[in-house]
């Protein structure tokens, strides 16, 4: 009886779960293993009507991608936007969540509505508004300029200023979302360890240092990971602003992807990069997990 009811219990388990694996893996597995045999063919527009004409090519997708220019173009570009936009991201979402989680701060549903409103506006629509502020001539960008004396920029056009242009508006409408998750990191830190830490004589940053911060750590894992993975899908901000240019200065590896596969209908190439970039993510991925508080 006994050692009939745990694998009763384990058919049941696997008779529950089986509908969420198997959407898992026809939407998820099955497109990643489908991408990963693509990207050993040269797959391309023709073979859509004739698939019988599409040929096994080995790694000479990879090969031809990752010696192109165009790649380690959108290689620097993507990591330029992961590693600068990536954490400025999660500062602003970190200090606006500790600014909105302060005892003195009245209306908290309305500003933590207020910052999370970009978040689930339609990026389209917001391009077209940051693209009036970023306006050479009549923008608010080049009149802030003006008012501290300084001369306009081209934001969309210049090449060293395109991308930080980007990171700009990407910050400004995605912090929103981990600023809720940090709000709710430190509702979830007990006040009686701010207590007993203000009875010690601790300050406040010595409070953040040794009481928020080590509460927040799961939480830092979390969305630092989840915001890196976000940034390097890095495509409809540059898609929508910029083309990828100026001079190829905001082409990522996602938009590299999309030219390859939608633009010039190589799609073995396209598939390739896509898996060149899951690796790329996944390095990230490990390195992040690997540096956590929690693995020291």
Known sequence: MSVRAPRAETRAAWLFLAPALGLIGFFFFLPVASGLLLSLTDFDVYSIGAPETT?????????????????????????????????????????????????????????????FTPVVTTLVAVAIVWRYLYHPRYGLANHALGFLGLGPVDWLADPLWAMPAIIVLAVWKNFGYNMI????????????????????????????????????????????????????????????????????????????????????????AASSLAAVLLVITLIGTLIQLRLSPGRR
């Open 55 to 115: 040929r096994f090519v080995g790694i000479d997708n990879y090969v031809s991608v990752t010696t192109d220019p165009a790649f380690r173009g959108a290689v620097r570009n993507t990591l330029y936007y992961v590693l600068v936009g990536g954490p400025l991201s999660v500062f602003v979402s970190l200090a606006s969540a500790l600014l909105l989680s302060g005892h003195l701060v009245r209306w908290r549903g309305l500003f933590r509505t207020v910052f």
């Open 181 to 268: 998750i940090f709000v709710a990191g430190l509702q979830a830190i007990p006040e009686v360890l701010y207590e007993s830490a203000a009875l010690d004589g601790a300050g406040a940053w010595r409070r953040f240092l040794y009481v928020t911060f080590p509460g927040l750590a799961p939480v830092f894992l979390f969305v630092s990971v989840t915001t890196m993975i976000g940034y390097f899908q890095l495509f409809a901000e540059p898609y929508v602003m910029t083309q990828g240019g100026p001079l190829g200065s905001t082409r990522s590896l996602v938009l590299l992807m999309y030219e390859e596969g939608f633009r010039w209908w190589r799609m073995g």
